[in-house]
């Protein structure tokens, strides 16, 4: 490292480590590194949200590497700039003194340039006998050589999150019309079900979508709205079936009405204990209960995160291992929750533990409330749905925010 490329601020601006870190990397390029300096700026425009730029300090940097007479940026090559700030203010479209004064500091503290400046802080080069220059003050565009990898990198990274941005606001978009357009026609058509408290969760759910929203704030309310639009139609799907089943009913009577009545076959059980078994072991639903996401779980029943292993739930074992703590706490017998566990499944019974958990203060009797639900499963009248949707309406955060 060379000792002359460490430089401190004329007047009262302060030296900093940092600045000095900077100044010590860009005496360390290699002679033969260089960098097309518009692909450079291209990659730092790119990135400037995560460099803490502004496009008016955008507008600067183009300034001063149009100062620069090459297109390449080498290592070997002398890489200061000392225009004033009346050109520099010119080729910046006629920025004010004081804006463009701001904006030089923001690329120093981006550490994109250097500030070399001279005795008596004037912007200058010394040439040798042969016209070269020898020594330059202004500003050293070093760094952004130093940083050319970098750069690109941060760019690369801010164009994919950008795709996964745009990717994650079209399926929100799909989704929320989808979501919409069930609910309409199921309010419309009069089906079973109350659609009110679903429409309320849809209301909730974009009412709390910001103006301008972050990534992750557009996969949290996804991830909810899916899982709404999901709930709609398992319930329309439920309809449907009951619709089905009243019809078929209704056409067996006419049959058995119709048929010969002298018929008189009749099929006994082969035991007595046969029969008792039968009778004994619990019947599972139909159709399996939906698993809902473990995050959207824990935002709707925050409370049992801290009965979790360590205080905290990190995934669905932690999550079975509280609803056991929970079922003894809130005096739940082990032989209701075993049967849980055999109808619901033993992770929907871990989240039913938890939604009764979260309505322990209303709830008089968790156990009887727990069998209640275990046998509306067992004859496919139970959802957990419509329970985890109140609790994301009403909870703490109470607020569905999308998250």
């Not at 390029?29 to 425009?45: E, G, H, L, N, Q």
């Not at 941060?154 to 950008?162: C, E, K, M």
């Not at 074992?317 to 619901?344: F, H, K, N, T």
């Amino acid at each position: 490292m060379r000792t002359e490329s460490v430089t401190t601020p004329f007047g009262r601006r302060p030296a900093t480590l940092a600045l000095v870190r900077r100044q010590q990397a860009a005496g360390e390029i290699p002679t033969s590194k260089s960098a097309d300096k518009w692909r450079v700026f291209r990659d730092a425009s790119a990135a400037m949200e995560l460099l803490g730029l502004q496009s008016n300090s955008l507008s600067v940097l183009d300034a001063l590497l149009s100062f620069f007479p090459e297109k390449e940026l080498r290592g070997d090559a002398q890489l200061v700039v000392f225009p004033s700030n009346m050109q520099l203010s010119l080729r910046a479209h006629s920025m004010p003194g004081s804006t463009l004064r701001r904006h030089l500091g923001a690329l120093v503290d981006a550490g994109l340039i250097i500030r070399k400046d001279s005795a008596n802080g004037k912007r200058f080069a010394r040439k040798g006998a042969d016209g070269d220059v020898e020594s330059a003050f202004g500003f050293d565009l070093s760094p952004l050589l130093a940083r050319a990898e970098e750069l690109a990198l941060l760019a690369q990274q801010v164009i994919a999150t950008r795709a996964e941005f745009r990717k994650a606001k079209e399926k929100l978009t799909i989704c929320r019309r989808d979501t919409r357009k069930l609910l309409t026609a199921a309010i419309e058509e009069g089906a079973d079900g109350d659609w009110q408290a679903i429409e309320e969760v849809y209301v909730g759910l974009i009412g709390n979508l910001p103006r301008t929203p972050t990534l992750v704030e557009v996969r949290k309310v996804l991830e909810s709205m899916e899982m709404l639009k999901e709930e709609i139609l398992n319930r329309l799907e439920t309809n449907g079936k009951a619709e089905n089943n009243s019809t078929n009913d209704a056409q067996n009577e006419r049959h058995i009405q119709n048929s010969n009545s002298n018929s008189t076959t009749v099929f006994e059980p082969r035991s007595e204990k046969e029969q008792g078994e039968k009778l004994s072991k619990p019947a599972k639903p139909s159709e399996p209960l939906k698993v809902f996401p473990l995050s959207v779980v824990l935002r709707a029943c925050p409370q049992i995160s801290d009965y979790g292993p360590g205080g905290a739930i990190g995934n669905w074992r932690d999550l079975m291992s509280a609803a056991v703590v929970i079922r003894s706490m809130l005096g739940v017998s082990p032989s209701a929750y075993q049967e849980a566990c055999e109808i619901m499944g033993p992770e929907n019974a871990a989240v039913a533990m938890a939604c009764i958990f979260e309505r322990s203060n209303v709830i008089n009797s968790a156990g009887g409330y727990l069998r209640d639900l275990t046998r509306r499963t067992e004859q496919s009248e139970f959802s957990l749905g419509p329970m985890i949707m109140a609790l994301l309406k009403s909870n703490a955060g109470g607020q569905l925010k999308a998250g």
